[in-house]
């Protein structure tokens, strides 16, 4: 007999399983399809409204996507994906952005793209000497809300303008007309009266009334309605606003931002430009900027390293002392840790008022005790001592931290290492010199290096106590004795005056790489010191 090969039939459930498969990928595709049209709309209205940026960041995010899900290999990621979206846009974008303004003008008076500025710009309108003004009274629809004007001309001529179109008396069936013209009856409108009027002239004035070409908006004075013609007109061959009112002529100016007549004067809001490093030479090399940004500094520099010495220090010592055994350590040790639980806004409120030298606690004891006059010492004026004020208090709100990981780490220290010690007949401060420190920055290094960055930034402190004041006299920019780049940079971007953003993020991106560099140096000096240890 001839054996007959037989083709085993596809099962069903093989059937239903390629069908799942097939609508799962069909789903898929449709699903990311939606997406893709959507963001790129989205993109499209961005890069209308000249917001670039964030429109080369949805791209990106919106190509990632799409690889993540039309590649097999990139098949793991697919779950991740809406994190990794979240994180390019929220962490990410921002950093790249403030690394962008950084070279740009953005601030005051240049806070729009060029393409929203022109739209400002053009939205300007002005009453030609030609056009005469027309007096109005307002209506309103029973049934829409919406408003309406009769008008009457100078040549004594009226009409009903609506938003959009206008009719005349005879189309709209008004009758009754008072001694000044205007109907006392309009079927489905209520007049209103002067008082009506003007507690809703905001939302009137928003409105236009009357046919596209020849609309009629409210002038300033109550009662009187023209048809404004725009007053600034660009024109992109000359990349220039055309003022129609005074024939001038506005050519943007790339190098500052502004569009500029050919005598210098400038039209507000200016438009956001590239400046290069502009910012940055104002940094390192204006004497008007570097005298105060010397001094923050330094101020800076010192405020974190004796912060985090002396809360280290404190923490330390607490956390030795109880390691020896106490009465009550539970009890005094949750009473330590008070200045920590509590949230830090409180706490540096609390401290301020403590610190008021004239109704602080603090200095009211130390008045009395080396008999000074009210106001001493001055907590909150002088240079020297807002700066004793803020270590103070940044070491009683660090100080819980390191007594609470330097407990911990000193248990990790084998106890047969004091032993040896002590039979070689090392005294105690021998022993915590040569054998405790050492092994105890070894665990508790890399906390330090965090703990001095977190001090370098630490805007809360300075600004809540006195807000880096007292301020330095005689500076270009807004800075006080006690600020910290953080602060200072604060206030140059949201400060008062000019809001200098460009040069507030340049700042920002220099202060970002010092810390990196400060980060990278100190765990190179832990790795020698593990080593050396080891």
């Known amino acids: 007999m001839t054996a007959i090969d037989v083709k085993p039939e596809s099962s069903p459930r093989s059937k239903s399983e390629r069908s799942a498969t097939t609508g799962g990928t069909i789903l898929r595709l449709l699903g990311l399809l939606i997406f893709t049209a959507f963001s790129l709309f989205f993109i499209y209205l961005l890069l209308s409204d000249g917001y670039w940026p964030l429109a080369a960041i949805i791209a990106v995010i919106t190509l990632v996507i799409n690889y993540i899900f039309l590649r097999p290999e990139a098949y793991p990621m ?41 739209e400002v710009l053009e939205q300007r309108t002005f ?21 309406a004007l009769w008008l009457i001309g100078p040549a004594g001529n ?15 069936g008004a009758s009754d007309l008072d001694e000044e013209g205007v109907p006392t009856i309009i079927p489905g409108w209520t007049r209103l009266t002067r008082a009506e009027t003007v507690r809703n002239i905001t939302a009137i004035s928003q409105n236009s009334f009357g046919r596209e070409e020849s609309a009629v908006q409210l002038t300033g004075r109550l009662g009187q309605a023209a048809q404004l013609q725009p007053r600034f007109v660009y024109d992109p061959e000359q990349d220039a606003m055309i003022d129609m009112r005074d024939n001038v002529t506005y050519f943007a100016d790339p190098a500052t931002g502004f569009f500029t007549s050919a005598d210098g004067a400038t039209l507000n809001p200016g438009f956001q430009v590239t400046v290069g490093l502009k910012n940055y030479q104002r ?16 101020w800076n520099v010192t405020f974190a390293l004796l912060s985090v010495i002396f809360s280290f220090a404190l923490g330390l010592m607490i956390a030795v002392v109880f390691g020896r055994g106490m009465p009550g350590q539970r009890i005094i040790k949750s009473l330590l840790i008070i200045p920590f639980a509590v949230p830090q806004v ?22 009395n005790i080396f008999n000074q006059p009210v106001g001493w010492p001055p907590f909150l004026a002088d240079p020297y001592w807002v700066k004793v004020a803020l270590i103070v208090i940044n070491v009683w ?23 040896a010690a002590d039979i070689d007949g090392a005294s105690p401060w021998q022993q915590f010199r040569g054998l405790t420190l050492p092994l105890l920055l070894v665990s508790v290094g890399p906390l330090l290096i965090s703990s001095f960055t977190v001090n370098f930034n630490s805007f809360n402190v300075i600004y809540l106590f006195n807000s880096g004041g007292p301020p330095m006299v005689g500076t270009s920019t807004p800075a006080g004795h006690s600020d910290i780049l953080i602060s200072y940079v604060y206030n140059l971007a949201f ?22 560099v400060v980060t990278l140096f100190q765990n190179r000096r832990m790795q020698a010191w593990e080593e050396t240890t080891n």
């Not at 994906?81 to 974008?93: E, K, Q, R, W």
């Not at 993020?505 to 970002?512: E, H, N």
């Open 127 to 147: 009453l030609p000497e030609a056009g005469g003004t027309l007096t109005y009274t307002v209506f309103r629809n029973d049934e829409t809300g919406e408003y």
């Open 495 to 516: 400060g008062r005056g000019s809001n200098e953003f460009g040069y507030a993020s340049a700042i920002t991106f220099i202060i970002f790489l010092m810390m990196i």
């Open 283 to 298: 940094f390192f090399a204006d004497p008007s900027y570097r005298g105060p940004l010397l001094l923050i500094f330094a």
């Open 158 to 172: 009226s009409f009903f303008a609506t938003i959009g179109d206008e009719l005349a008396a005879n189309v709209i």
């Open 78 to 118: 697919r779950w991740m994906s809406p994190g990794l979206a979240f994180m390019l846009l929220i962490s990410v974008y921002p950093i790249l952005f403030t690394i962008y303004i950084s070279f740009t003008n953005f601030g005051t008076g240049h806070l729009l793209p060029k393409v929203q500025a022109i």
């Open 346 to 367: 409180i706490t540096l409120l609390v401290w301020r008022g403590i610190l008021n030298p004239l109704e602080g606690v603090i200095p009211n004891l130390l008045q």
């Open 397 to 419: 709100l660090a100080y819980p931290y390191f007594m609470l990981i330097s407990s911990g780490a000193l248990q990790a220290i084998p106890t047969d290492m004091y032993e």
